[in-house]
């Protein structure tokens, strides 16, 4: 038994139904039989997109947070730059352009600083968080939808808002507490 057993999908899916789709994202509403055996619904929603996060990074250890009114929750939120990729195209290229569209910025060192999944009891939105170094500013291409206010602050004030709970984009939280977990280990790339 053991690590196998632990591994095996439960679920069963005796049905599935598609009840909303846009060039986004696609929600299927799943007929299933449970762990427990028993039947039930399960809604999923998958998403046709990365979920990409940058981490910018100077040489005097400042960041760049993008603040913007969020639909989703009806609030105003300070993040680091993220964005959506394709899935078929290479998650850094989307970064490179998520960095340069939001904040004008392009790094000449890119690291993988964390994969994870996003809300996975609903969603299968799977995110990949970078770190930049080696920043040259440009001019900031923001999209028709966005209205973007950066502020660049050293990056201990970054970390400080999430202590704080001004920060509390999960992305954004993630990011800045793997980069102080690496300041304080003296291990940042």
Wanted: negative net charge; contains cysteine.
């Amino acid at each position: 038994m053991g690590k196998k057993h632990e591994e095996e999908n439960p679920w069963q899916i005796t049905a599935q139904k598609e009840i909303y789709d846009n060039p986004w994202i696609n929600l299927t509403e799943y007929q299933v039989i449970n762990p427990a055996g028993k039947p039930g619904i399960y809604g999923k929603v998958h998403y046709k997109n990365y979920a990409i996060g940058i981490v910018p990074l100077d040489e005097d250890v400042n960041t760049y947070l993008v603040g913007q009114y969020r639909f989703a929750t009806g609030s105003y939120s300070w993040e680091l730059p993220e964005g959506g990729g394709p899935l078929d195209i290479d998650p850094l290229e989307s970064a490179k352009r998520e960095l340069l569209e939001e904040t004008g910025l392009k790094a000449s060192n890119w690291t993988v600083l964390q994969n994870m999944h996003l809300s996975n009891s609903v969603t299968d939105e799977f995110n990949i968080i970078y770190l930049a170094r080696g920043l040259q500013q440009f001019e900031a291409e923001p999209e028709d939808t966005e209205q973007l206010v950066i502020r660049k602050m050293p990056f201990e004030e970054a970390y400080q808002m999430v202590c704080n709970n001004q920060i509390t984009d999960a992305i954004s939280v993630v990011a800045i507490l793997r980069v102080k977990l690496l300041l304080i280990e003296n291990q940042l790339v």
